[in-house]
Nanobody, 116 residues
């Protein structure tokens, strides 16, 4: 079965950096696009970044452009989210996502808290 396992969240000061990782299993990783979403308390889940199956194209939410970078290592079945210049408004639970046969699959999420 499809499994997505995120890691790398934590508490960081404003202006700091974190790198999130998501290890995938149960499907042919390199033929599917992968995404990172986030959900802050009281808000809807929103798309942060997406990377195409072969890593050729990426998309970002306007709020993170220039600060976050999504990448993937198909040999390791892993997708990353490098987050720099973090702001308090980036505080949220971050989720890894893929869509396979019109079904959304989600990881358990990893908490990112940006606070001084």
């Amino acid at each position: 079965q499809v499994q997505l396992v995120e890691s790398g969240g934590g508490l960081v000061q404003p202006g700091g950096s974190l790198r999130l990782s998501c290890v995938a299993s149960g499907f042919i990783f390199d033929i599917y696009a992968m995404s990172w979403y986030r959900q802050a308390p009281g808000k809807e889940r929103e798309l942060v970044a997406r990377i195409a199956s072969r890593g050729g194209s990426t998309n970002y939410a306007d709020s993170v452009k220039g600060r976050f970078t999504i990448s993937r290592d198909n040999a390791k079945n892993t997708v990353y989210l490098q987050m720099n210049s973090l702001k308090p408004e980036d505080t949220a639970v971050y989720y890894c996502n893929t869509v396979r046969w019109s079904t959304n699959y989600w990881g358990q999420g990893t908490q990112v808290t940006v606070s001084s």
